[in-house]
């Protein structure tokens, strides 16, 4: 489509595009109607140079909708910003989300959207993955689409917040870790495409089926996600952000410079039941 208020790049064929000529501290309704036409056509939009504080960063999330307060991660609530999550990593702490996986699928409502600015990045390395959940549904023969929107999984934290040696405060007990129920593929309210939505940080299992058949199909749908066709990837700066749709996407982070110091800051918004 044609843009007047901005310029729009594409990154790479499945997703992804670079969005210039905008600062998003002082955002007018016709440059936002445009960056949001082109949020639904390429699923995740970078901006560079965006001397962004909290206050800007919150701002912009709300331009799309509510923002979420996530119930585990670290952020910013004692500065007044409960809903800014801060990543951190270092040579003492090299932690990073080197899973593929969509922001807390476990709630009955999954957020829509999630915005990343890059506060301090490596010199190399580090980079964030994302890739099309609409292209890897695509790409499913015709019966194994049927079939795949047959099913549902639950989604829970077993594996991931829940554990007893993950770095929070927050927990919730072992035998009652947050959950729902999501149908394996999704159909985006606003495009009308269909995407899947299973992921293996939080999937744990296909309703109905036995343990090694859940496996199974999981394990398939888990490595197919990944094919390189589906994905981009975004070279990090300092001032970067990232804007990109839970609801037919999955990230992850590139875990090959561990000793560098890393803080991003991140903000998610609210969403809707999967369908």
Same mark, same amino acid.
């Given at each position: 489509?044609?843009?007047?208020?901005?310029?729009?790049?594409?990154?790479?064929?499945?997703?992804?595009?670079?969005?210039?000529?905008?600062?998003? !501290?002082?955002?007018?309704?016709?440059?936002?109607? /445009?960056?949001?036409?082109?949020?639904? /056509?390429?699923?995740?939009?970078?901006?560079?140079?965006?001397?962004?504080?909290?206050?800007?960063?919150?701002?912009?999330?709300?331009?799309?909708?509510?923002?979420?307060? @996530?119930? &585990?991660?670290?952020?910013?609530?004692? *500065?007044?910003?409960? /809903?800014?999550?801060?990543? *951190?990593?270092?040579?003492?702490?090299? &932690?990073?989300?080197?899973?593929?996986?969509?922001?807390?699928?476990?709630?009955?409502?999954?957020?829509?959207?999630?915005?990343?600015?890059?506060? /301090?990045?490596?010199? @190399?390395?580090?980079?964030? =993955?994302?890739?099309?959940?609409?292209?890897?549904?695509?790409?499913?023969?015709?019966?194994?689409?049927?079939?795949?929107?047959?099913?549902?999984?639950?989604?829970?934290?077993?594996?991931?917040?829940?554990?007893?040696?993950?770095?929070?405060?927050?927990?919730?007990?072992?035998?009652?870790?947050?959950?729902?129920? @999501?149908?394996?593929? !999704?159909?985006?309210?606003?495009?009308?495409?269909?995407?899947?939505?299973?992921?293996?940080?939080?999937?744990?299992?296909?309703?109905? =089926?036995?343990?090694?058949?859940?496996?199974?199909?999981?394990?398939?749908?888990?490595?197919?996600?990944?094919?390189?066709? &589906?994905?981009?990837? &975004?070279?990090?700066?300092?001032?970067?952000?990232?804007?990109?749709?839970?609801?037919?996407?999955? @990230?992850?982070?590139?875990?090959?410079?561990?000793?560098?110091?890393?803080?991003? *800051?991140?903000?998610?918004?609210?969403?809707?039941?999967?369908?």
């Amino acid at each position: 489509m044609t843009y007047r208020r901005i310029s729009v790049t594409p990154v790479a064929g499945a997703l992804g595009a670079e969005v210039s000529g905008v600062d998003l !501290r002082d955002l007018d309704d016709e440059s936002f109607r /445009e960056i949001d036409q082109a949020w639904m /056509e390429h699923q995740v939009l970078f901006f560079r140079d965006q001397n962004l504080e909290p206050e800007h960063h919150k701002a912009f999330g709300e331009r799309i909708g509510p923002l979420q307060v @996530h119930a &585990f991660l670290q952020n910013r609530g004692s *500065e007044g910003h409960p /809903e800014v999550v801060v990543f *951190e990593s270092n040579a003492d702490r090299p &932690f990073v989300a080197s899973g593929w996986h969509s922001d807390v699928s476990f709630l009955e409502t999954p957020p829509m959207a999630s915005v990343l600015r890059g506060i /301090e990045v490596p010199t @190399h390395g580090g980079d964030t =993955m994302w890739a099309s959940m609409y292209a890897a549904y695509e790409a499913l023969s015709d019966k194994m689409q049927r079939l795949m929107s047959e099913l549902q999984a639950v989604h829970d934290t077993a594996a991931t917040f829940s554990r007893g040696a993950y770095p929070s405060e927050s927990k919730a007990p072992a035998d009652r870790p947050p959950s729902a129920l @999501h149908p394996v593929v !999704r159909t985006h309210p606003v495009t009308g495409r269909k995407a899947l939505y299973v992921n293996s940080a939080f999937t744990r299992k296909i309703k109905g =089926m036995s343990l090694p058949e859940s496996q199974a199909i999981l394990g398939f749908l888990y490595h197919h996600m990944a094919t390189p066709e &589906f994905t981009v990837r &975004f070279r990090w700066q300092k001032n970067s952000l990232a804007l990109w749709d839970n609801r037919c996407t999955q @990230h992850r982070a590139v875990a090959d410079n561990l000793q560098a110091n890393r803080r991003m *800051e991140r903000v998610t918004i609210e969403g809707e039941r999967p369908v």
